[in-house]
């Protein structure tokens, strides 16, 4: 059987997405290893991989992350590529003793995993965990303002330049993910998610969330009282809002819901006032246990988190919380699975109108069906199986 090798950041929304793909691997007699943290050691063990292990540059989560607007991009381009350098030596040697048959990497910024490809002269995949782009549409532009101006830009592409360049790769090639040795590109999202789906040609395999269980993150039974169930959580790094949950709790204060808040560890739980008894806080949950059960999910617009909701038929409302959210946002509502609340429009008032609204919405429901059957189309953790097995050469 094959060697694939995965490499992501350390980060939950780039790792768990892939843990579907890597259990259906292993459990078919493949050998996955997977660069990862001691951070996220547990669940990628969990689903069957060989874990070799990585320090990160980045603290996860950092105290300022990264949102990728203004002068926060060069920010955010620049710790990556600190981290592209710092990883890729570190790496190199376990891979040149146990070369793979096939790297499959974040396309978004596990650059390290591009770079051990090439140099190993080894197949690859990008997988993204956000909308492709092409030369008809990117995120640059509509949502992604770079400054001209920002001398760190600069810096970042001159640095880029010179590791592609080493790589005998262009710089396009490098953050793109296109080129030599890549195989295609593993987009977890059914294609009609994707603006301007119609401009990206088969290479693009939209194969829609490659969904695993995740017990190693605890289970989770709905309440006796069998009040409709609302999950809040704005995922693992953008939690430092404690307005935004006192503002949730208020809400829903003498409501019919239970409510689920997940706040992280990064809140003080005394910013947040009176906690009722339909309100549940926790600093993290096992959303793929408490999903089934919910009737509303209020989010980050995660994509990850956005395509769990459709798999379990949960109507949202999407409070993005960095540039790339926005866009997931705006392309929810747009094809009508949940309505995009900008955060500084977050007011008590506000949020008890939309969760009435989105709640009780039937188009929204309807919609939902019909986006499920589109998920189910793309195939998921089966399509993408299918896709690496004919790369590696196996059945």
């Not at 060697?3 to 890597?22: D, K, Q, R, W």
């Not at 070369?99 to 990497?105: K, Q």
């Not at 994509?303 to 919380?321: D, K, L, R």
Request: aromatic share 8%; hydrophobic share 45%; charged share 20%.
């Amino acid at each position: 059987m094959a060697h694939i090798a995965f490499f992501a950041p350390s980060a939950a929304g780039h790792i768990n997405p892939t843990l579907g793909m890597v259990a259906e691997l292993t459990a078919r007699g493949h050998r996955v290893t997977y660069a990862t943290t001691p951070v996220y050691a547990e669940r990628v063990a969990e689903a069957g991989a060989e874990i070799v292990h990585f320090d990160t540059t980045i603290a996860p989560p950092p105290d300022k992350p990264f949102k990728l607007s203004g002068v926060d991009l060069s920010r955010g381009l620049l710790a990556n590529l600190r981290e592209t350098r710092t990883v890729f030596p570190k790496l190199l040697p376990f891979y040149e003793r146990n070369t793979p048959d096939l790297v499959i990497f974040d396309g978004i910024a596990a650059w390290w995993g591009r770079l051990i490809a090439q140099k190993l002269g080894v197949p690859c995949m990008p997988d993204w965990t956000t909308f492709v782009s092409n030369s008809e549409w990117s995120l640059m532009g509509p949502y992604i303002k770079p400054n001209p101006f920002d001398l760190r830009l600069w810096g970042f592409a001159i640095g880029m330049q010179r590791l592609a360049s080493k790589a005998k790769l262009t710089m396009a090639e490098l953050v793109d993910g296109t080129g030599t040795g890549v195989r295609g590109q593993l987009v977890f999202m059914p294609r009609s998610f994707q603006f301007a789906q119609e401009s990206f040609g088969e290479e693009f395999h939209f194969i829609g969330p490659c969904l695993g269980e995740r017990a190693s993150q605890g289970e989770w039974q709905p309440p006796a009282s069998g009040r409709p169930v609302c999950l809040v959580s704005l995922g693992t790094i953008y939690t430092a809002r404690p307005e935004f949950f006192a503002d949730v709790i208020k809400a829903f204060t003498g409501s019919k819901w239970h409510v689920v808040l997940a706040v992280s560890d990064r809140v003080d739980r005394s910013l947040l006032g009176k906690i009722p008894e339909n309100i549940e806080i926790h600093s993290a949950v096992p959303q793929m246990a408490i999903l089934p059960h919910t009737d509303l999910f209020i989010n980050h617009a995660g994509i990850t988190s956005v395509m769990e909701a459709v798999h379990f038929g949960v109507p949202m409302i999407a409070v993005p919380q960095m540039v790339e959210q926005r866009a997931t946002a705006d392309r929810m509502e747009a094809v009508n699975i949940g309505r995009h609340l900008p955060p500084e429009k977050v007011t008590v008032d506000v949020l008890r109108k939309l969760i009435d609204e989105v709640s009780e919405d039937q188009s929204i429901k309807d919609s939902l069906v019909t986006f499920k059957k589109e998920l189910d189309e793309a195939g998921g953790t089966t399509a993408a199986v299918k896709i690496i097995e004919e790369v590696v050469g196996t059945p």
